[in-house]
């Protein structure tokens, strides 16, 4: 028998039966394909655009010309709709038919040619944001100006309106796109649970002490495991981002990105499987460390900058480079120093697992 | 070349304050199998991991196969074959597949698992999943696994636990192959009878420490008893008697049982291993 094997030989042979055993895990295979499938679906049904017109009814006697003026000066962002009656628009409202309702007296357009005070009342849901109720307000002002004849106190010239960054104005970016970065981190998430049961497994059934009485070095170990998780967890990103068409104008930088994100949940895997008693063990263990970080995912799914200590978590910089590519159409410069962040939290989330998984098979 | 494969000299390791193993001595010489003895927590599972460079040496010397443990280990382990207490196979794996897993890690090239399945009688299941294997079944395939490279020195862990006589007896078969093929064979059971039939020389270990170390048949002979145990029957009832050979009167009491017409048996009373290590330490094996 011809012995005699290099270091090379022994991480591909590690690495080789890690694949094998990694899809031979029925529950692993069933959830990374049901992600694949319920995320991919979801994305396709969600719609495309977001629709920023604001639909309000109106009521009143008179007022068709002013309304019509004012319906063309805001097209695409306001959709007026006419109601015969109080009780009519009233129930529009309620039954949300229309997003708010702007009822005029009888007698508005005699009393504003007269320079008469009238009440106007405008009807809200209570969902309502606090914008478009300010919007309503506003309207009723204009309206009376523009029936009155009288111009609007404030000259608001279209030189002074600066926007910062690109012009999202009438293209919002939908939600079916802001959840990609969710998308892609949940797929992560699965793979680092994956890896982490195949570590706690090798621990538990003390495989690793096997394969440690042979000429195989921890060196070995971790790296075939480092390579795997990276490797499976990289893949199945990549194809959950082809699919939710999320690699936007700079597929490089989201790579790089996804890359460093795989690296980062495979040093989480090595943690958790290492502490795991079992599979359930290791997926708690897993879940604590994950949860959190994925707290960035979801916070770009809200309006408003994210709070300071969601932008110290491990997992900011890979959403933020994921967001801000796709969406906004940032480049390297832009993404430089998220990238740099989370290169830095990869490392040592990656040493820590490392550390712990080679005290470990000690222990063992 | 020296014959010795295993050299142990003054090894001492301790968990803690918790002193595992206590200045042990001993020689195994390739082509001899060494019955290591000890009951559980005895210190033996401590003394193969730090043989085989598991733990790392805190006192004390071993060499393996002319090369020391600490700074040759990667060397050592390639020319060794480990079969542990644990199970350790891979579940979801087929036996062919962890034969041939095992076998890559020793970089063993132009390897086929059937001959080494076919030696322990698994080669018409080498493609069922391990996890379908009984407890049998899985403890012979640790054994084929602890041979894939064919090393020059074994290290056997239990290796008829949980097996049936005949399984057991096929083992014991393989074990002395491997002795006469040259390996040497470092054998802990609880099995007195196997550690008796096979080892050439075994350790008695307790708290940590070598109390005696021996052939099996010299160990008799020191430390048990040369005696025959008479039976004979007399009006339905059957009495023993215990005739110490090294009694001046044992000839005459020898002939005397032999003419004895209500003789039924005579048997030479010896001593068992097991006897000896409770005459040694006070305490059983189990």
């Known amino acids: ?364 | 070349m020296d014959e010795s494969a295993i050299k142990v000299r003054n090894l001492r390791f301790s968990y803690g304050d918790a002193v595992a193993v206590d200045d042990i001595n001993f020689e195994v010489d390739r082509g001899k199998i060494f019955g290591f003895l000890g009951p559980n927590g005895a210190g033996k599972s401590t003394t193969i991991k730090l043989l085989i460079g598991m733990l790392p040496l805190q006192q004390g010397e071993i060499e393996l196969l002319g090369m020391s443990i600490g700074s040759q280990n990667h060397k050592i382990r390639s020319r060794i074959g480990v079969c542990f207490e644990e199970k350790n196979l891979y579940l979801q794996m087929t036996a062919g597949e962890n034969l041939e897993f095992f076998a890559r890690l020793f970089g063993v090239r132009r390897f086929s698992p059937t001959a080494l399945l076919r030696r322990v009688g698994l080669d018409e299941r080498s493609n069922e999943r391990v996890k379908n294997y009984s407890k049998g079944m899985r403890q012979r395939l640790m054994v084929a696994r602890a041979l894939v490279n064919e090393p020059d020195l074994l290290f056997l862990d239990e290796p008829t636990d949980g097996l049936d006589p005949v399984s057991s007896q096929a083992v014991r078969t393989i074990i002395e192959e491997e002795a006469e093929r040259g390996a040497a064979v470092l054998l802990t059971t609880h099995d007195m009878f196997e550690a008796d039939q096979l080892s050439d020389r075994v350790a008695f270990i307790n708290e940590g420490k070598i109390v005696a170390t021996d052939s099996p048949e010299e160990l008799k002979l020191k430390y048990g008893r040369r005696s025959v145990r008479i039976k004979t029957r007399r009006d339905g009832t059957i009495d023993e008697e215990v005739v110490g050979l090294d009694s001046n009167e044992a000839g005459d009491r020898l002939k005397a049982a032999a003419a004895n017409p209500a003789l039924m048996t005579i048997h030479t009373e010896e001593a068992t291993l097991e006897d000896i290590f409770i005459q040694l330490t006070g305490r059983g094996l189990a």
Not at chain 1, 208 to 223: E, G, K, N
């Open chain 1, 1 to 364: 028998m011809d012995a005699g094997g290099s270091r090379l030989q022994i991480i591909l042979a590690i690495l080789r039966k890690d694949t094998t055993l990694l899809f031979r895990d029925f529950l692993f295979v069933f959830l990374t394909i049901l992600v694949l499938v319920v995320f991919v679906a979801l994305y396709w049904v969600l719609p495309s655009r977001v629709d920023e017109t604001i639909t309000v009814g109106v009521h009143g006697a008179g007022i068709e010309q002013a309304l019509e003026r004012m319906s063309r000066s805001n097209k695409g962002a306001l959709d007026v709709k006419r109601f015969a009656s109080s009780r009519d628009l009233l129930t529009a409202v309620g039954d949300r038919k229309v997003e708010a309702g702007i009822d005029f007296p009888n007698n508005f357009l005699a009393d504003t040619f007269a320079g008469k005070e009238s009440t106007v009342t405008v009807l809200l849901r209570p969902t309502l944001p606090p914008e478009v109720r300010e919007a309503m307000t506003t309207m009723v002002r204009e309206l009376a100006y523009a029936i009155g004849g009288h111009p609007l106190p404030v000259k608001m010239p279209a030189e002074t309106t600066v926007v910062l960054g690109a012009d999202r104005s009438g293209q919002q970016v939908p939600l079916r796109d802001k959840l990609r970065p969710l998308y892609a981190f949940i797929v992560l998430i699965m793979e680092a649970i994956g890896m982490g049961g195949l570590i706690a497994s090798e621990v538990q059934n003390r495989t690793l002490s096997a394969i440690l009485a042979t000429p195989a070095r921890i060196f070995d170990v971790l790296s075939a495991k480092i390579i795997v998780g990276t490797g499976v967890a990289f893949s199945e990103a990549i194809i959950i981002l082809l699919l939710v068409r999320g690699f936007g104008p700079s597929p490089l930088i989201v790579l790089v990105a996804l890359l460093l994100g795989a690296v980062m949940v495979t040093g989480v895997a090595m943690i958790a499987g290492s502490a795991g008693r079992d599979l359930v063990g290791t997926m708690f263990n897993g879940m604590l460390m994950l949860i959190p970080m994925a707290i960035p995912a979801f916070a770009v799914l809200f309006p408003g900058a994210a709070a300071p200590w969601v932008r110290v978590l491990p997992s900011y910089g890979l959403v933020d480079v994921m967001i801000n590519t796709s969406s906004n159409g940032a480049g390297w410069s832009e993404s430089a120093i998220p990238l740099l962040t989370l290169s830095g939290w990869c490392i040592a989330i990656v040493m820590i697992g490392t550390l712990v998984l080679r005290r470990r098979a000690r222990l063992s």
